[in-house]
């Protein structure tokens, strides 16, 4: 997915910023190791300070009505203050893995949200594509909605061809194997990965009922596949409207609680460096 | 909820809010005895909209003194004017200069207002203060009461000419200088029908000359007694017919080049035609349901292969061009107000000598207005001063027929009729519904929009308000409660004046309007004691209207998918597609 230029000179600028912060961190850093300063103190304030800007992407998509910048340059700035912080943590501990207890509480919470991070745009520029792909969009509280909906057709279609027909195959197949597919969303990793799984179980279970199905019967197996089709785009709405919104739940509680730990870290620090 | 803890509140009705409160029968009473209303025969009303009624409620009489601007060339208006005594100028084009034309005060909410809002906002589904109800003033009245006066000009000498004191009389105001040019109305003259009753722009400026007395009447009022009294049936479409040759033929980029001698020729020989319904909306609807190609329901105004008498001038509604490919027509481009259709090959004819025939059709997508120019007035006096076109229309034929899949959509769907549709390319919607949340945070927890519609490729058409060229859910209203917006022409509701009929959200062809159930702000359902019928309001995007900071749904989207765009504009689309 290409940016538009005038957003490609935004991201550029965007970039250039953090790399000016990050020298001047740096810079700032060396000349108070040339003067016997801190430079953990130095890092430190900054690696906070980023991470304050980053926890205010939440609140500035709340308060639209101020006048400092459209939220879109403000996903610029997160993700650019996000590898900011990044460098910023190792600068400051020096290392991957902190010694004391508490700081080890703060670097876990910090690759949880970092990793989160990743995972979060990773997502955002994946599967926004393949949910296009799939045609008709479905809003993701509707999801049960037209499940339900579904697998009330796809039985009164049964008991209808059971009906019609005289004959139960289609309907014990479906008590037997297909109510499986209908009950509850299903091969949510395939249709994470993208690997078409759902479609092959349902031809190949389709075919196989089919040889012992007449022609009316055969007229009632279409219908019930275009049905079992329809679910399975409902199923992939699911999965990946579902991971589009689920790594929000791990990676938003998490940075909250990080900034919380990192503030109770800033006062002891405070407190101990006098 | 239990009856007792409901609200009981009489259904509103048409004329609960008054355009003017202050009205009497006494007005009305010397109304009537006017030449322009005695004729009318009041018996051809019905009970429910008597001639009376329109003219205690649905019209008001308003003073301008001296240099009052009574309406601004570009602003959207909802009413038309007679002057009842005194004497008003028409500036017409080129028109006055922007920083004459002082603008009425348009109601922003401020930002901590908005935050404050943000804070206090109820928790109950559009929920209501609905004591405002029992006020029924209008918001829209006290604005429509504020007269801007060209005396308050920042150059008035630029207007009046050095050294002249435009209020030294204060009986009469003094002429503009001789770069204006204006035309006088005296008593009895109508104006702003156009814009009233065509749905679009005022097309110039109107100020009072001497202080002068002029019924205001809202388009409904317009509307009823033009459907009921041929009388004023057959003096608005002349003047409507007039006052749109005087003012759009001048305006034509085809004949700038023209003197005012050669555009009178013109303008004489000019011919009004209008294809299609008015209320094309009805149509449309129903042929959504149906399968055959828009091209077989949509009126030809003018056949491939036929020989051109004359040159076609949009001044309303939309025209969809076409060509013939296999058994099908290919829509190459639609015109809208501005455009033209015909030029190329009457030019050939002309250059040439040669008959040239139409090399493309032309539709009414629902309704197109025309003028029509006869070759013998454009060979005369138009092309002589004309340069030769420097493309052709039919050269759009060239181009692969995937490039214009959209477009034709567009133009299938009719959403060519938005000027600020809600576009989202849904490979860059993450689906977060910040979007959503932050309509609902602009208006009191209500969304005012669905993540959801017509989708082409990885574009979604959002059914949200897109703001049409061609409101077609004004036609309707009773109360006139559906508006445009003075400046802007966002299309918004008057949530007091909104009688919950729901007569506009059957006419929008998009179904972007809903009709809710009110709620008072401490949940309890708002009942008719009448019917014991839930009272309620029509809802939709107001694009925002009231915040400093613009439409929030665009603002809040943190990947830019979504935009509302002017879709009637394909360079914008362009725009979009190099955007992705």
């Not at chain 1, 049960?144 to 014990?172: N, Q, W």
């Not at chain 2, 058409?461 to 022409?489: E, F, K, Q, W, Y």
Request: net charge neutral; hydrophobic share 45%; with cysteine.
């Amino acid at each position: 997915m290409k940016l538009s230029l005038s957003q490609n000179r935004k991201a550029s600028l965007f970039v250039m910023a953090g790399v000016v912060i990050w020298l001047m961190i740096t810079l700032l850093g060396w000349v108070a190791a040339r003067k016997h300063w801190s430079v953990a103190h130095i890092t430190g304030y900054a690696l906070f300070a980023v991470m304050l800007t980053l926890g205010f992407f939440k609140l500035r998509k709340r308060l639209l009505v101020l006048p400092i910048g459209t939220v879109r340059d403000w996903m610029l700035l997160h993700l650019v203050f996000g590898v900011l912080g990044f460098v910023l943590f190792f600068q400051h501990t020096g290392t991957l893995w902190p010694g004391g207890h508490y700081e080890q509480w703060i670097a876990l919470f910090f690759y949880v949200v970092s990793i989160t991070g990743v995972i979060g745009y990773f997502f955002q520029r994946v599967l926004p594509q393949r949910l296009a792909d799939l045609g008709e969009q479905v809003i993701y509280d509707r999801i049960p909605i037209e499940m339900a909906s579904l697998r009330a057709r796809v039985e009164s279609l049964m008991l209808e061809a059971t009906k019609e027909t005289g004959s139960d195959t289609l309907a014990r197949y479906y008590a037997e194997t297909l109510h499986w597919y209908f009950d509850r969303p299903r091969f949510l990793l395939s249709h994470l990965r993208g690997t078409g799984r759902s479609e092959g179980w349902i031809q190949t279970n389709l075919k196989v009922l089919s040889r012992f199905l007449n022609d009316s019967e055969r007229a009632y197996l279409m219908k019930l596949e275009e049905i079992a089709i329809r679910k399975s785009a409902l199923d992939a709405h699911h999965a990946i409207q579902g991971a589009l919104k689920f790594w929000l739940f791990v990676h938003v509680p998490c940075a909250t609680l990080l900034i919380l730990l990192a503030i109770w870290h800033l006062i002891i620090v405070s407190i101990y460096a006098r | 909820m239990s009856d007792q803890e409901s609200l009981r509140l009489d259904r509103p009705r048409r004329w609960d809010s008054p355009f003017d409160p202050a009205m009497t029968e006494a007005v009305v009473d010397e109304l009537l005895a006017r030449p322009e209303f005695s004729g009318i025969d009041a018996s051809r009303f019905p009970a429910a909209a008597p001639l009376r009624g329109i003219l205690l409620n649905d019209c008001r009489i308003e003073i301008y003194k001296p240099g009052d601007i009574i309406l601004r060339e570009g602003d959207y208006g909802n009413s038309a004017f007679l002057v009842l005594s005194g004497s008003v100028r028409v500036a017409v084009p080129p028109g006055l200069p922007r920083q004459a034309l002082g603008r009425a005060p348009e109601k922003k909410r401020k930002m901590f207002d908005v935050l404050r809002g943000m804070l206090t906002a109820p928790t109950i589904a559009e929920a209501r203060d609905t004591s405002r109800y029992a006020a029924l003033n209008s918001d829209a009245s006290v604005i429509l009461s504020y007269h801007a006066s060209l005396l308050d000009a920042p150059d008035k000498a630029a207007l009046f000419g050095s050294g002249v004191d435009p209020s030294a009389d204060p009986e009469r105001l003094p002429p503009l200088v001789d770069n204006f040019k204006t035309v006088m109305l005296s008593s009895g003259a109508l104006f702003g029908e156009i814009a009233a009753l065509a749905r679009v722009k005022r097309s110039a400026t109107v100020y009072a000359e001497t202080t002068c007395r002029v019924l205001e009447m809202r388009w409904q009022a317009l509307r009823d007694i033009k459907n009921r009294d041929d009388g004023w049936r057959t003096k608005i479409e002349e003047v409507y017919r007039a006052n749109l040759l005087k003012t759009q033929l001048p305006e034509h980029p085809l004949l700038r080049d023209l003197n005012a001698d050669d555009l009178k020729k013109v303008a004489e020989q000019t011919i009004f035609e209008t294809h299609g319904s008015f209320e094309w909306n009805v149509e449309f609807k129903a042929s959504k349901k149906q399968a055959y190609h828009a091209t077989e329901v949509e009126p030809q105004v003018v056949r491939e292969g036929d020989y051109p008498d004359g040159l076609f001038l949009v001044i309303g509604g939309f025209g969809r061009v076409t060509v013939k490919l296999g058994n099908g027509e290919r829509t190459l481009t639609y015109l809208r107000e501005g455009d033209h259709f015909g030029l190329d090959e009457l030019y050939d004819t002309w250059k040439t000598r040669e008959h040239r025939m139409h090399e493309t059709s032309l539709y009414a997508l629902g309704y197109l207005q025309l003028l029509r120019i006869p070759y013998p007035a454009l060979a005369e006096l138009v092309f002589p001063k004309l340069a030769a076109p420097s493309s052709r229309l039919i050269d759009a034929a060239a181009r692969p027929i995937e490039q214009d899949a959209f477009m034709e959509w567009a133009v299938d769907q009719r959403f060519i009729n938005g000027t600020k549709t809600m576009l989202i390319d849904m490979e860059k919607c993450v689906r977060c519904d910040d979007c959503v949340v932050a309509c609902a945070e602009a208006h009191e927890g209500n969304p005012r929009f669905i993540r959801q519609g017509a989708t082409l490729d990885n574009w979604m058409v959002a059914n949200s308000c897109m703001h049409c060229v061609d409101p077609v859910c004004l036609i309707g209203c009773p109360t006139g409660a559906i508006h445009r917006s003075m400046s802007g022409g966002a299309v918004i509701i008057n949530d007091i004046t909104c009688i919950g009929c729901g007569t506009c959200a059957n006419a929008c062809p998009y179904e972007n309007i809903r009709v809710v159930p009110i709620r008072e702000k401490s949940g309890a359902p708002v009942i008719d004691p009448s019917t014991q019928q839930p009272i309620m309001k029509a809802t939709k995007c107001d694009l925002c209207s009231t915040l400093p900071s613009g439409p929030s749904c665009e603002r809040a989207c943190p990947h830019g998918a979504l935009q509302r765009v002017d879709l009637a504009s394909l360079t914008k689309r362009t725009r979009l597609e190099a955007d992705r």
